[in-house]
C-alpha cells in the first residue's frame, strides 16, 4: 500500500506520482505507436505511387517508342517511293495502327499535305504549314520525335496531340514531316485499369507545361498551360513526389512524376492521401480508445487506493481524537484510571492519576503501597480493609477518602473500581478510577454557607420561594410563598399544578411562553407578572424571578429555582396614576392647540397629536430641542428667531411665563407656518428653577396668510393697469380701482353701492345683456367688447372680462370685471383694413378687395343659380391729359370717373380701381333681361362729359369689355381674362376708327358679340 511504501503523511504525492506516471507511460507508448504506423503507411503510400508512376511511364515509353518506329518506316518508304505509302499506312492500320487509332499525315516541304488517312474531300489541298511540327523542324529542328500541344484537327475536326519526324531527300534537304494524329484520350487509355481511387488521376505534359492528356475532366483541362512558377520544380529532377493542391482542380494530391527516357513528356500519377488520412485516423482514434480505457483504469485502481488509505487515516484520525478526548476529559474532570493484575500483583496508573496522587511517572512505580503512602492515615485502614475484601470475594469499590500530599496539602478524592474474575471463578483483575473531589467538595460546603445567607434574605425581604423539578414535574413552595396566598404551609400541598391552578386565565398564555423562553435560553432570567388566586377567591399580583439551575446533557432543563413578592399595592398604585395619566392626556389629546412638555436640557419629551399635526414632523418630535435644525424660526418682521429665545428656553431659564408669542417656523412640506405661543414653567414646590416647561401653540397660519393676501390684494387692485370692478352677486358695486376711475371718469365714491348699469351707453339691446347674464350664470364668466359711455358723455368701446366668485356651495358671492378701452384700437384696426383694401385716391376699393369680392359673388352665383356680370375699363386719352396737364389734373379726372362709375351703377354692385387709369365693375344678381349693352353705354356717356379743371374742360373716353358667368366662364381668372380680351378688342377697334391722328372715341365690346 502506498502508505507502507511513503510512510508518513506524504502518501497522497506518492500515489498521484505513481497515477501520473503510469498514465504517461501508457500515452507515450500508443503516441510511439501512432507515429511508428503514420510514418510505415505514408512510406507504403508513397512507394506505391512511385511504382504506379513507373509502370505508367514504362508502359507509355514503349508505346511512343512503337509510334516512333512506324514514323522512321513511313519516312523511309516516302523518300523510297512516295506512292507506296498509302499501302504501308493500310498495311500498319491492319496491324500496329489497329489498335492505336492513329491518324497518319505526310506534309511536304510546302507545308500541304501530301498523303494522310484522315477523312477529306475529293481534291481539296489542306495547308498545315503553319502547326508547330512543320515550323519545328523546317526551322532547323533536330531529328528526333516532336510531340506537339494538343491542336484542333483541320480534317478530323477533333482535338489531337501530333507525334511527328521530319523527311529529308536524298541531298539531306528538308523534305516535310511525318506525323501521327492521336486523341489525347489515346494517350491515357492505358491505364485505365489502374486503380487510383475516386480523386486519383493520369495527367500528361508536354516539356512546355501544357496538358497532353487526362484520365479525369479532359475537355477541361485539355491543352491548359501550368505556369514557369508550378511546372519549374518538375523540371529539376528526373522523377519524384510532392503533396500539393492540383492547379487544374484544386484537390490536394500526392503526385509521383517521371520523365521519359528520349522524349519530351512528363509523367504524373496523382493520389489523393484521404485515404490514408482516414485509415491513419481510424488508428488513431483506436489507440485514443485504449488509452482512455487504460487510464480510466488506472484512475480506478488509483482511486480504490486513495479511498483505502482515507478510510484508514480517517479511523486512525478519530481514535487518536478520541483517545485525545479521553484523556482531556479525565484531565477536566481530575479522573484518573488504575488497574491492578491480582496474580501478577502489577500495578498501571494513567497520567491523570499520577498528577492527583503527586507523583511523576519516571520517578515513582504504580503500586498500592504507594497509593496508600499518600491517603490520610486516619483513613488508610479502611482503605486497605476495602481493597482486601474485594481482592479476595470480588465486589466493587466505592469509597470517599482524605489525600495528604506533599507540603501537608490534603484533598478529597473518590475512589471507585470493580473485578473482573477468572474461568474458576475467582478475582484476577481490578479496574477503577480515582477522582479529585475537592471542589465539589468545597462547593458543597459552600453551598450550605450560602444557603443559611440565602434564607436569611429571603426572610428580610418577605419572598417566597419555589423550587421546581421540570423532570419528574415535582415542586416545592416554602411557608412563605404560601402565606402570600393567604394559607398556612400544611394548607396548601407542594405541586406544581397549584401554581398552574391558580394562575389567572388572562396571564396563563404570558406565562407560558415566558418560561418557554428561557427554557430555550433566550431570555437569562425568568421574569413575569402576573395575578395568583388568594384563598379569599381574589387574585394578587405577585412579581416571579427565577432561572434554570440544572441541564442534561442534551441541554434539557432539569431544575428551576426562584421566589415570588406580593405586588398588589404597587399593581393598585400604577393602576391609579395610569388612570389619572390617561385622563390627562386624553385632556391633552383633545386640545386643537399643539401642547409639548421639554426638559430641564430643552429636549421634548412629550407632545400631544395636535402638536405633530401643526409642526408637522410626527413621531420624530420627541427628542428634539430648541436649537434642533428642524426649528428654523424667524420673527415677525422675517428676522431670525434664536433657539436660545423660544418661549419655553426663556421659562426655562427664567421661571417666568411667556404669552402670545408670534414666530414662524420653516417646514419642508408647508413652507412658513405661524404660531402663537405660550410657555409654562413646571417646579417643585419647594424648588424655583422649573424640572420641565409646558408649551402650547395654536397654528395662525391662515390668519396671518389672510392679513397678507388682504394687502396684496389692495396692493394689486390699485396697481392693475387694466380697470377693474367688483360686485356682490346681484350686481352692486363694493369696489373699484383707480384704473376704472380713470377710465369712465367717475369718482370711487360715486360708483361704490351702484348698479353696473349707470355707465351703459344704450348702443346694444336688452337681448345682448341677457345672453351675458345667461353665460355669467351658466358658464361662469363672459369675454367680449361693450360700448360703455364715460361721466363727460363720451362712448368708448371696451374689452370686457367677466367672471364669477363662488363660495364652497357653488353659490355666487362675486363678479369681478376687468376693462381695457380699445376705442383708438378699433380705429386704427378699421383704417388699417380700409387703407389695404382700397385706393388712396379714388376711395374705391382695390384689386385685392375687389378680387375677395369677386369670389365671394361667383360662390353666391353658383349655390343660387344666378349670373354674374363683369366689366373691364381703360381710359382713353388718359396719357394725354396727364402729360399735357399734370398729374394733378389726372388724379382730378380719376376721382370724377370713380364717382360717376358709382353713380351710373346700382349700390349693391362694385366699382373698383385694379391701377392707374383701369378700373372693374362688377354686376352681381344680373337677371336675364338685364341689358348689358346699356349699362356699358351709360358708362361710357357718363365718362364722356367733361371734367373742369382750373377753368379747362378735361375729356377723356373708355374702352369697355365685358364677360358673363356662367356663359363665358365659370373661374374668377378666367372670367377677368375673358372681359380683359374683350376690352382689348374693344380699344383696337377704337384704334382703327380714329385712324391716324384721329379724336379718342368711346367704344365697348361685350365677348358674346365678338
Request: proline share 4%; net charge neutral.
Amino acid at each position: 500500500m502506498p502508505k507502507l511504501l511513503f510512510p508518513g503523511r506524504r502518501w497522497p504525492v506518492a500515489l498521484l506520482l505513481m497515477v501520473a506516471a503510469a498514465l504517461a507511460l501508457i500515452w507515450t507508448f500508443l503516441l510511439r505507436e501512432n507515429r511508428l504506423f503514420a510514418e510505415e503507411r505514408q512510406q507504403r503510400f508513397e512507394a506505391e505511387r512511385r511504382v504506379v508512376a513507373d509502370l505508367v511511364a514504362e508502359n507509355l515509353l514503349r508505346q511512343l517508342q512503337r509510334l516512333d518506329d512506324v514514323l522512321l518506316l513511313l519516312r523511309s518508304e516516302y523518300v523510297a517511293e512516295r506512292k507506296s505509302v498509302d499501302t504501308t499506312i493500310a498495311l500498319l492500320r491492319q496491324g500496329s495502327l489497329q489498335e492505336l487509332g492513329a491518324r497518319v499525315t505526310v506534309i511536304d516541304r510546302d507545308g500541304y499535305v501530301a498523303t494522310s488517312d484522315a477523312p477529306r474531300r475529293p481534291g481539296e489541298r489542306v495547308y498545315l504549314g503553319d502547326r508547330d511540327n512543320y515550323i519545328h523542324f523546317s526551322s532547323g529542328g533536330r531529328d528526333s520525335l516532336y510531340i506537339s500541344g494538343p491542336v484542333q484537327g483541320r480534317m478530323t475536326g477533333a482535338p489531337g496531340v501530333q507525334l511527328s519526324r521530319p523527311i529529308f531527300d536524298a541531298r539531306g534537304q528538308f523534305a516535310g514531316v511525318v506525323a501521327f494524329f492521336m486523341e489525347p484520350r489515346q494517350l491515357t487509355a492505358f491505364v485505365q485499369h489502374q486503380d487510383l481511387g475516386p480523386d486519383g488521376v493520369l495527367t500528361l505534359y508536354s516539356a512546355a507545361g501544357k496538358v497532353l492528356g487526362r484520365s479525369r475532366e479532359m475537355e477541361k483541362h485539355l491543352g491548359k498551360q501550368l505556369s514557369d512558377e508550378l511546372f519549374g520544380p518538375f523540371k529539376k529532377s528526373s522523377h519524384g513526389l510532392v503533396t500539393r493542391v492540383s492547379a487544374l482542380d484544386g484537390i490536394t494530391r500526392t503526385v509521383a512524376y517521371r520523365w521519359l527516357d528520349r522524349y519530351p513528356m512528363l509523367v504524373m500519377v496523382a493520389v489523393s492521401p484521404r485515404g490514408l488520412e482516414e485509415e491513419l485516423l481510424a488508428q488513431r482514434n483506436a489507440n485514443l480508445r485504449k488509452g482512455m480505457l487504460l487510464s480510466l483504469l488506472v484512475l480506478l485502481c488509483g482511486g480504490a487506493v486513495a479511498f483505502y488509505q482515507l478510510r484508514r487515516d480517517r479511523l486512525e484520525t478519530m481514535l487518536a481524537r478520541e483517545r485525545g478526548h479521553f484523556i482531556e476529559a479525565q484531565r477536566v474532570a481530575n479522573l484518573g484510571s488504575w488497574e491492578r493484575d491480582i496474580p501478577g500483583n502489577q500495578v498501571w496508573w494513567s497520567d491523570e492519576t499520577y498528577r492527583i496522587l503527586g507523583y511523576l511517572p519516571e520517578s515513582q512505580k504504580p503500586s498500592l503501597q504507594a497509593f496508600l503512602a499518600r491517603v490520610n492515615p486516619r483513613d488508610r485502614k479502611r482503605i486497605e480493609v476495602n481493597f482486601a475484601q474485594v481482592r479476595e470475594q470480588g465486589g466493587s469499590l466505592d469509597i470517599a477518602c482524605r489525600l495528604l500530599l506533599p507540603g501537608n496539602v490534603e484533598r478529597y478524592v473518590h475512589l471507585g473500581g470493580r473485578a473482573e474474575r477468572d474461568g474458576s471463578g475467582r478475582p484476577s483483575r481490578l479496574t477503577g478510577t480515582l477522582q479529585d473531589v475537592t471542589d465539589y467538595m468545597n462547593m458543597q460546603q459552600a453551598l450550605a454557607d450560602a444557603e443559611e445567607r440565602w434564607k436569611f434574605a429571603l426572610d428580610g425581604a418577605d419572598a417566597g420561594v419555589w423550587d421546581w423539578f421540570v423532570a419528574d414535574n415535582r415542586a416545592y413552595f416554602s411557608p412563605r410563598w404560601k402565606a402570600i396566598l393567604g394559607y398556612r404551609d400544611e394548607e396548601l400541598p407542594s405541586r406544581h399544578e397549584e401554581w398552574l391552578e391558580r394562575l389567572h386565565p388572562d396571564d396563563r398564555e404570558r406565562a407560558m411562553a415566558a418560561v418557554t423562553d428561557h427554557f430555550a435560553g433566550r431570555t437569562p432570567v425568568y421574569e413575569m407578572e402576573f395575578r395568583l388566586r388568594h384563598k379569599d377567591g381574589n387574585y394578587r399580583w405577585v412579581l416571579s424571578r427565577g432561572k434554570v439551575c440544572a441541564r442534561d446533557p442534551e441541554g434539557r432543563p432539569l431544575r428551576m429555582l426562584g421566589i415570588i413578592s406580593d405586588i398588589s399595592a404597587r399593581k393598585q398604585a400604577e393602576l391609579d396614576l395610569a388612570r389619572s395619566e390617561a385622563m390627562q392626556r386624553s385632556l391633552v389629546s383633545a386640545m386643537a392647540e399643539g401642547v409639548v412638555v421639554q426638559d430641564q436640557a430643552g429636549k421634548i419629551i412629550s407632545a400631544n397629536a395636535s402638536a405633530r399635526r401643526i409642526l408637522r414632523i410626527g413621531e420624530n418630535l420627541v427628542g428634539l430641542d430648541s436649537t434642533d435644525p428642524e426649528w428654523q424660526a424667524v420673527r415677525e418682521d422675517g428676522s431670525p428667531f434664536p433657539g436660545c429665545d423660544h418661549p419655553a428656553m426663556v421659562t426655562l431659564r427664567t421661571g417666568v411665563s411667556c404669552d402670545n408669542i408670534i414666530m414662524g417656523l420653516h417646514r419642508p412640506d408647508a413652507g412658513l407656518i405661524w404660531l402663537s405661543v405660550n410657555s409654562r414653567p413646571l417646579n417643585f414646590a419647594d424648588e424655583r428653577q422649573p424640572f420641565a416647561v409646558v408649551t402650547s401653540f395654536a397654528d395662525i397660519t391662515e390668519i396671518k396668510a389672510a392679513e397678507l393676501s388682504s394687502r396684496i390684494y389692495r396692493d394689486v387692485l390699485e396697481r392693475a393697469g387694466r380697470a377693474i370692478l367688483i360686485t356682490d352677486g346681484d350686481g352692486t358695486i363694493n369696489n373699484v380701482n383707480s384704473a376704472f376711475v380713470s377710465l369712465l371718469g367717475y369718482s370711487r365714491e360715486e360708483c361704490l353701492g351702484r348698479r353696473t348699469g349707470f355707465f351703459r351707453s344704450n348702443r346694444h339691446s336688452p337681448e345682448f345683456f341677457s345672453r351675458m347674464w345667461q353665460a355669467l350664470k351658466t358658464r361662469g364668466e363672459w369675454r367680449g367688447e361693450i360700448w360703455n359711455r364715460r361721466k363727460t358723455g363720451e362712448a368708448i368701446l371696451v374689452e370686457l372680462d367677466v367672471r364669477s366668485v363662488t363660495d364652497a356651495q357653488g353659490g355666487v358671492r362675486q363678479f369681478v370685471a376687468v376693462y381695457q378701452d380699445v376705442t383708438e384700437l378699433r380705429r386704427s384696426q378699421e383704417e388699417m383694413w380700409r387703407l389695404a383694401h382700397h385706393d388712396p385716391l379714388t376711395g374705391l376699393p382695390n384689386r385685392s378687395l375687389f378680387l375677395e369680392r369677386l369670389d365671394q359673388a361667383l360662390a353666391h352665383a353658383r349655390r343660387q343659380g344666378e349670373r354674374l356680370g363683369l366689366l373691364y375699363m381703360d381710359l382713353d386719352g388718359f396719357k394725354s391729359v396727364n402729360d399735357t396737364y399734370g398729374h394733378q389734373a389726372g388724379d382730378t379726372v380719376l376721382q370724377e370717373v370713380g364717382r360717376r362709375l358709382q353713380n351710373a351703377v346700382r349700390t349693391s354692385d362694385t366699382v373698383a380701381r385694379l391701377a392707374g387709369d383701369e378700373f372693374a365693375v362688377l354686376l352681381a344678381h344680373l337677371s336675364v333681361e338685364d341689358d348689358l349693352e346699356r349699362v356699358m353705354g351709360e358708362i361710357e356717356n357718363a365718362v364722356a362729359r367733361p371734367v373742369m379743371w382750373q377753368g379747362q374742360e378735361l375729356r377723356v373716353g373708355v374702352s369697355i369689355g365685358s364677360a358673363v358667368f356662367p356663359d363665358q366662364a365659370d373661374v374668377a381668372e378666367s372670367l377677368i381674362g375673358a372681359a380683359d380680351q374683350a376690352m382689348y378688342l374693344a380699344k383696337q377697334q377704337h384704334r382703327q376708327a380714329a385712324g391716324p391722328g384721329g379724336a379718342p372715341s368711346p367704344s365697348l365690346q361685350s365677348l358674346h358679340s365678338t
